[in-house]
C-alpha cells in the first residue's frame, strides 16, 4: 500500500518568508509526527498528533514553529519568518502501533 | 528524560567482514529501542525492534541487535556485510509508558561504509 508521503520534496526561500510543509500519511494511522534532521543536530522531535488528544509540541524549537492535522488525517508544519538555522531535511512519520513509525522522504528546506 | 549514545560516528570496513555498531541509551523509565536505516538519498526504514520477549532480535536482512539492560546498550551487529548495506544507522528510544510515549529520540547516526 501507499506509504507516507510529503510535499514538497524541496523548497528553497528567502530569509523572513514563511513556509508550509505538506505530509500525508499512511491510511488509518492514527498518530502522526514530526522530525527534523540537520547536519548539526542529527534527528530532533518536533510534534506528535494522537488521534483527537491535544498535540504534543514539546520539541517545537521557536513559537515561529507550528503544526495542525485536519480531520485525523493530513497534517501542515508551518514555519513562519524563517531563518537560515531553520534549513533541514522535516520528516513526517506515522503509526498505527504506538511505537512502530513508518517515515516518509522528507521535505529539504534551505533558506537563503 | 531519554539520551542516546553512538560511540561510532563512522564505521568503515570491507565486504563480508564482521559489523558492531554500538549503541548506550540511557533512561529513567523503561524504553522501547529500535534501529533505523537511511540508504543514500533514501527515507528512514526500521531495521528492528525491542518491545519485550526474547533480548535478541533480528532483521529479515542478517542484521541483529541484543538489548542489555544491565548495561543499558543494544548493539547492532551482522556476521557479514554486503556492499548494500553501506547507509547511516539510527539507534533510537521511546519511552514505554505515559506521557509522550511515542516521540522517537534519536542517537546522532553511524555510517557505515562497506568496501570491496
Known amino acids: 500500500g501507499a506509504g507516507v508521503s510529503q510535499s514538497p520534496s524541496n523548497k528553497v526561500t528567502e530569509k523572513g518568508k514563511d513556509v508550509e510543509l505538506r505530509c500525508d500519511p499512511i491510511?488509518?494511522?492514527?498518530?502522526l509526527y514530526w522530525y527534523r534532521q540537520s547536519l548539526g543536530q542529527g534527528l530532533e522531535f518536533l510534534i506528535y498528533f494522537q488521534g483527537n488528544s491535544a498535540p504534543d509540541k514539546s520539541g517545537l524549537p521557536s513559537d515561529r514553529f507550528s503544526a495542525e492535522r485536519t480531520g485525523g488525517s493530513v497534517s501542515t508544519l508551518t514555519i513562519q519568518r524563517t531563518q537560515q538555522e531553520d534549513s533541514a531535511v522535516y520528516l513526517c512519520a506515522s503509526s498505527l502501533v504506538d511505537n512502530e513509525q513508518f517515515f516518509g522522504p522528507g521535505t529539504r528546506l534551505t533558506v537563503l | 528524560a531519554q539520551s542516546v549514545t553512538q560511540l561510532d560516528s563512522q564505521v568503515p570496513v570491507f565486504e563480508e567482514a564482521p559489523v558492531e555498531l554500538r549503541c548506550n541509551y540511557s533512561s529513567s523509565v523503561s524504553v522501547y529501542l529500535f534501529w533505523y536505516v537511511q540508504y543514500p538519498n533514501q527515507g528512514l526504514q526500521l531495521l528492528l525492534k525491542y518491545l519485550s520477549g526474547s533480548t535478541l532480535v533480528e532483521s529479515i536482512n542478517g542484521f541483529e541487535a541484543e538489548f542489555n539492560k544491565s548495561q543499558t546498550s543494544f548493539h547492532l551487529r551482522k556476521p557479514s556485510v554486503h556492499i548494500s548495506d553501506t547507509a547511516e544507522y539510527f539507534c533510537?528510544?521511546?519511552?514505554?509508558?505515559?506521557?509522550?510515549?511515542?516521540?522517537?529520540?534519536f542517537g546522532k547516526g553511524t555510517k557505515l561504509s562497506v568496501k570491496p
Open positions: 491510511s488509518g494511522h492514527t498518530a
Open positions: 533510537a528510544v521511546t519511552r514505554r509508558y505515559g506521557g509522550s510515549q511515542g516521540n522517537l529520540i
